[in-house]
């Protein structure tokens, strides 16, 4: 049983676009809490919600096109979606940083790396600028970048793609914020520099004592780093619960879907399973739940009910029809009566 009260809360936030195509739907009642010190691991197929949940989180959703509709975000007590702009810079980069998806385009290739590395603390007043320099050169040492007097001077340019990842998580931890966002951070990189990439926020997290969101779609990665997990599908978490859970005893069958997808080292198979289908369009949501059209135990109930989360175990939740007894009884009297039939 938990004792501490999360650091931030998400509750029932929906997040959509206004498109010519119609509205896109992008998060639909999205729900997760962040505990002080833990990793929580965000999952889910491109396309699911998980960054715009994230950027929902910081309000950098473009509006227009796009507008939070409704849902709490409340960090430290407060609730971010009431808060101003001008509010909303003080929290920004201070107290919950982001390292998004791709450096090249985030860092601006105009700018020296020292002076991208110092701004934050400058904005926010934490130090002046002889101060901001000394606290930048240690950052670049403590992410493993050699040389930092020399890379302070350099462009993005110039550096390899695991230096200019590690030079985003420099900035977002300029300002030794209490939360972490990382938006599949090691995705434009190596294996080996995804490793390292990985230890190094851990440790840096131990360190600095922050709690992290992890967007990614690897489920290798969850289990190398994640404490727990949340699983989104077509906007919505599926299922949410600690990474042991998760792996050993989900119950959602698109979380089922991909644990059968890892590849086994000690089993040989002729081909990899897949999750048949593909994930439906944000802007034409099928009635019910979005995953019945690919779910290979799909009832009644599943095309025309979309189903609530209900708990599992302690701290497990899923949102699936197969959670409810009664459900799953009817569903088989009618299966075995077809049968006899």
């Known amino acids: 049983m938990r004792t501490q009260e999360p650091v931030l809360t998400i509750e029932e936030l929906r997040t959509v676009f206004h498109t010519d195509d ?8 999205v729900s997760y809490e962040l505990y002080p010190g833990e990793t929580l691991a965000v999952v889910g197929e491109s396309g699911s919600g998980k960054s715009v949940t994230a950027l929902s989180v910081l309000r950098l959703i473009a509006e227009p096109p796009g507008e939070i509709v409704s849902g709490r975000i409340t960090f430290e007590g ?10 909303l810079r003080r929290i920004r980069g201070r107290k919950i940083s982001m ?12 700018h020296m790396i020292g002076r991208q590395i110092m701004e934050p603390m400058l904005l926010h007043r934490i130090c002046n600028r002889q101060e901001a320099r000394r606290r930048a ?23 390899s793609g695991g230096m200019r990842q590690r030079v985003m998580i420099a900035i977002a931890l300029a300002c030794e914020p209490d939360v972490l966002i990382a938006d599949e951070p090691t995705s434009a990189l190596d294996v080996t520099v995804q490793l390292q990439i990985l230890r190094l926020l851990k440790d840096l997290q131990q360190q600095m004592g922050m709690a992290v969101i992890l967007i990614t779609h690897d489920l290798g990665v969850v289990a190398e780093v994640a404490d727990r997990v949340a699983v989104m599908y077509a906007g919505r978490v599926v299922e949410s619960g600690p990474v042991e859970e998760l792996f050993y005893n989900s119950v959602h069958p698109y979380v089922e879907g991909l644990r059968a997808s890892i590849p086994d080292p000690e089993q040989e198979v002729a081909r990899l399973r897949v999750i048949q289908g593909q994930v439906p369009d944000a802007a034409r949501l099928p009635p019910g739940c979005p995953f019945a059209p690919r779910c290979p135990y799909v009832m009644d109930r599943c095309v025309s009910e979309d189903p609530p989360t209900t708990p599992v175990a302690a701290g497990h939740h899923v949102r699936c029809w197969l959670n409810d007894p009664e459900t799953v009884e009817a569903a ?9 039939t």
């Open 22 to 29: 119609g509205l896109v739907r992008a998060a639909e009642g």
């Open 78 to 87: 407060v609730d971010l979606t009431a808060l101003s702009e001008r509010e």
């Open 99 to 110: 390292i998004f998806q791709e450096p090249m385009t985030s860092l601006n290739p105009v």
């Open 137 to 159: 050169l240690e950052l670049l040492r403590k992410v493993g970048i050699p040389a930092p007097e020399q890379r302070m001077s350099e462009y993005p340019h110039q550096l």
């Open 332 to 340: 088989g009297a009618v299966e075995a009566r077809r049968s006899e």
